[in-house]
T-cell receptor, first 109, second 115 residues
């Protein structure tokens, strides 16, 4: 079956760095997405990786290893507004998104 | 209005009621989606419409009935729901091309409570 695994919850300190991991098993693969969802709000797109390697976008970076079925989202210089859930989703061979349950990130002062 | 809008934002309904959720996208996209989001569970894809044609129906109970009159509007008609249907219902849109769909843009959701 198709499956996404990511930690349920993580805690980090303001100004620090945190890495949120995601492993996936899908029938075929057409890329991996990361979304951010603040409580009570819509998920918003953060990044898309389809090739191996690291993609950097300001304070946020996303990494993909297709051979390992693994991705991570790296958040640097954490700010209180980064407290949110981070959703990992892999696109299968039919271009359907398989979603993880999300990682709730708590930032402490 | 910009992006993806949804109405109502909150809905409380009894099990015998009939109601409809509305979604509108202002992005010129050609694909629209309904998702169910329950606490601590992955997003569940319910329906997909591409160019107004339904292309996906993930074994959703018939008490949920989608309607897509044009590429900008999407409805979810609800009738005789069960308490376990209480959840956040999210609408999303994307632009589908030869290389697959782009990232999805989500609306703020309708928080549905079935009593």
């Amino acid at each position: 079956g198709q499956n996404i695994d990511q930690p349920t919850e993580m805690t980090a300190t303001e100004g620090a760095i945190v890495q949120i991991n995601c492993t996936y098993q899908t029938s075929g693969f057409n890329g991996l997405f990361w979304y951010q969802q603040h409580a009570g709000e819509a998920p918003t797109f953060l990044s898309y990786n389809v090739l191996d390697g690291l993609e950097e976008k300001g304070r946020f970076s996303s990494f993909l290893s297709r051979s390992k079925g693994y991705s991570y989202l790296l958040l640097k210089e954490l700010q209180m507004k980064d407290s949110a859930s981070y959703l990992c989703a892999a696109m299968d061979s039919n271009y359907q998104l398989i979603w993880g349950a999300g990682t709730k990130l708590i930032i402490k002062p | 209005e910009t992006g993806v809008t949804q109405t109502p934002r909150h809905l409380v309904m009894g099990m015998t009621n009939k109601k409809s959720l509305k979604c509108e996208q202002h992005l010129g996209h050609n694909a629209m989606y309904w998702y169910k989001q329950s606490a601590k569970k992955p997003l569940e894809l319910m329906f997909v419409y591409n160019f107004k044609e339904q292309t996906e129906n993930n074994s959703v109970p018939s008490r949920f009935s989608p309607e897509c009159p044009n590429s900008s509007h999407l409805f979810l008609h609800l009738h005789t729901l069960q308490p376990e249907d209480s959840a956040l219902y999210l609408c999303a849109s994307s632009q589908d091309g030869a290389g697959g769909p782009s990232e999805q843009y989500f609306g703020p959701g309708t928080r549905l409570t079935v009593t």
